[in-house]
Structure formats: structure tokens, C-alpha cells
């Protein structure tokens, strides 16, 4: 009997430091339900709950959850949150007793509304374990399953893995394993076809065409050089000749100009002495004129006016008149055109 009571006192002993040392049994805890999508092997009870790398909690429980109505299995996880790894601040009086009323989920709610979601991650790639990482990714939809109403819900977003393989099983891979198969098919076809052998076999042809020519092009570079580098000496010499032939032209047609000022010159000499001579010419004619004009009045006053004498002297007086007009009419011409002297009246006849 004493030994009974003795082995009981060791087993109650070693239950009260598993259930204290734990302490679970006066530690508060929130409990939350989290629905994923796919398999969870390597999630089982105990498997830490994160936030960016700091444990806030743990899974409590994983159970399944069958619809019978609609023939559906869902996998159900449960974690138990601790309430003093998270802390809140600046948060008044009247808040705090806001959020007490309303309940121990406001906060998450509120969480959950900026974007909070669940998502399995890999806890260690040695032993396979997996963890649940909370974060926030407000781009995601919040997705609630609805079946535990008593527990506030998180909603999750699949793995990158999970996501990837959910894009491969909306591909065709049937019909794209299809038309890879007749793709290939073609390839060997066309590979051993009579056609691109004869292709192959007039491509070798036109390459040794092509080094055929490239050898007679090299033969013909050379002496094409050479006529090309004559071409160019001649070419120079030509310029040459033609520079001192525009020199000597150039030195000819500065004579001509000295030639051609001198004869302005001399042109504008002689319009000028003819203009005087005509002018002298004027002034005697006129002199003369008025002479015979006062001889012609003494005459007039002693002989007949019909008689010769003075017929003769009257139109003898006309014609002197008429050439000192003409002498005048020429002299102003020379003024306007003093090249009238080398190359005569023009054919217009202009004044």
C-alpha cells in the first residue's frame, strides 16, 4: 500500500510541474480559426503562429470539417493567441473602455480590415514543419469560409506555391503537350526531308561560288589600285595645269580692265572736248546769227522785201538756224551716251 501511495505522489508530482512549468494553466489566451486551402502536412498542433518573425501564438487544433449538402472537406485550424505579445498604445480612456465593451476582436477586426491574413510558411526545410505567418497584404480580398460563428475567423491567401500550381492546373496541358508533339513531329520531318537536303547541298554550292569570287575580286583589287592611283596623279596634274592657267587668265583679264579704264578715260576726253567744241560752235553760230539778223533789218529798211537779195539772206538764215539746232540737239545726245563716239547712234534711235 505505501508503495501505491508513494508511485501516486511521484505521478501527481510530475503532472502539477508539466501543467505549471507550461504555464497554460493561468496563462489568457484568444483563441482564432484560420481555413487554408490544400494540404498542411507539416502543421500540427504546437506549430508557432508569427508576425513577421515574432511568435504570438500557437496551433491549438486542426480538425475537418465535412459538408455533407454540398460534399465539400475543409480543413479547419485553431490557434491560440497570446494577448500580451501584442501592446497597445496611445490609446485613451474612453477607447479602451470602447474596446472593452465591444468585445476581445475589435482589434483583430480592425486588423483584418487594414489587411492582416494568414499564410503557411516553412517553418525548417530539414524536418518539413510548417508555421503560420501573419502579415499584412491589403491587395489581397478578404475570403471568410463562415462555419465556426462562436470564433473569430482570419482569413488566409495560398503559398506562392500553391498559387503557381493553381495557375498550372488552369492551363490546357493536354492540348498544349499536343501541339509540342506535332511541333516536334514537323521538326523531324522537315529535318529529314529530300528538300532540305537539296538546300543544304545548293548552299554548299553557292558558298564556294562565293569564295570563287571573293579570290577573283582580290585579283582584280590590285592592278584596279593601280589604275586608280595613275587616275589620280593625272588628275592632280590637271589641276595644276589648270591653276596656272587660271593665273595667266586671271593676270590677262586684269590688263583688259586696266585696258578698258584707260579707254573710258580717253572717252570721257573726248566727249568732253566735243562738248566744248560744239558749245564754241553754238555760241559763234548764234553770234553770227544775231549779226545777220541786225544786217538783215538795215537791209530790209533800204530794199524791197520782195526782192531777191533778201529771199537769199532769209532762208540763208533758216539754214544757219537749222544746223545750230542740230549742232545743239547732238551735243546734249553726247552728254547721255558718250559710247556713241565708239559704236555709233543704237538701233532704237532714242535720245
Do not use: W
Not at 279 to 293: L, P, Y
Amino acid at each position: 500500500m505505501i508503495g501505491l501511495f508513494v508511485v501516486g505522489a511521484i505521478v501527481l508530482v510530475v503532472v502539477a510541474i508539466g501543467v505549471l512549468g507550461s504555464g497554460k494553466l493561468f496563462k489568457e489566451s484568444i483563441p482564432y480559426v484560420m481555413v487554408f486551402e490544400g494540404s498542411v502536412k507539416g502543421l500540427n498542433v504546437g506549430s508557432p503562429v508569427v508576425f513577421r518573425g515574432v511568435k504570438i501564438g500557437a496551433v491549438s487544433s486542426i480538425h475537418m470539417h465535412f459538408n455533407y449538402a454540398t460534399k465539400a472537406m475543409t480543413i479547419l485550424v485553431y490557434s491560440d493567441f497570446d494577448p500580451n505579445k501584442i501592446e497597445i498604445v496611445n490609446l485613451d480612456k474612453e477607447t479602451a473602455e470602447r474596446l472593452k465593451e465591444a468585445g476581445r476582436y475589435v482589434v483583430m477586426r480592425e486588423l483584418i480590415g487594414r489587411g492582416l491574413r494568414g499564410q503557411l510558411e516553412m517553418q525548417s526545410i530539414v524536418t518539413g514543419q510548417l508555421q503560420i505567418a501573419l502579415d499584412f497584404y491589403p491587395d489581397k480580398p478578404a475570403v471568410y469560409a463562415g462555419i465556426v460563428k462562436t470564433v473569430q475567423e482570419i482569413p488566409t491567401i495560398p503559398t506562392p506555391l500553391q498559387q503557381l500550381t493553381k495557375k498550372l492546373e488552369s492551363l490546357p496541358i493536354d492540348e498544349i503537350l499536343n501541339k509540342v508533339n506535332l511541333a516536334m513531329d514537323g521538326i523531324a520531318n522537315l529535318v529529314h526531308s529530300p528538300e532540305l537536303k537539296e538546300s543544304v547541298a545548293n548552299l554548299n554550292i553557292a558558298l564556294k561560288d562565293v569564295q570563287t569570287l571573293v579570290r577573283n575580286v582580290d585579283a582584280q583589287v590590285k592592278p584596279l589600285s593601280a589604275a586608280l592611283s595613275e587616275t589620280v596623279r593625272d588628275t592632280q596634274k590637271l589641276v595644276r595645269n589648270a591653276d596656272s592657267q587660271v593665273a595667266s587668265l586671271g593676270t590677262n583679264l586684269n590688263e583688259a580692265i586696266g585696258d578698258g579704264r584707260k579707254l573710258i578715260k580717253n572717252v570721257d576726253g573726248s566727249v568732253d572736248s566735243v562738248r566744248v567744241s560744239a558749245v564754241d560752235m553754238i555760241s559763234t553760230a548764234s553770234a553770227a546769227i544775231k549779226k545777220a539778223e541786225k544786217v538783215l533789218e538795215e537791209l530790209q529798211s533800204t530794199a524791197k522785201t520782195d526782192s531777191v537779195l533778201m529771199y537769199r539772206l532769209t532762208e540763208s538764215l533758216r539754214e544757219v538756224e537749222k544746223s545750230a539746232r542740230s549742232l545743239r540737239t547732238l551735243t546734249d545726245y553726247l552728254e547721255r551716251h558718250p559710247e556713241a563716239l565708239l559704236g555709233g547712234k543704237g538701233e532704237s534711235g532714242g535720245n
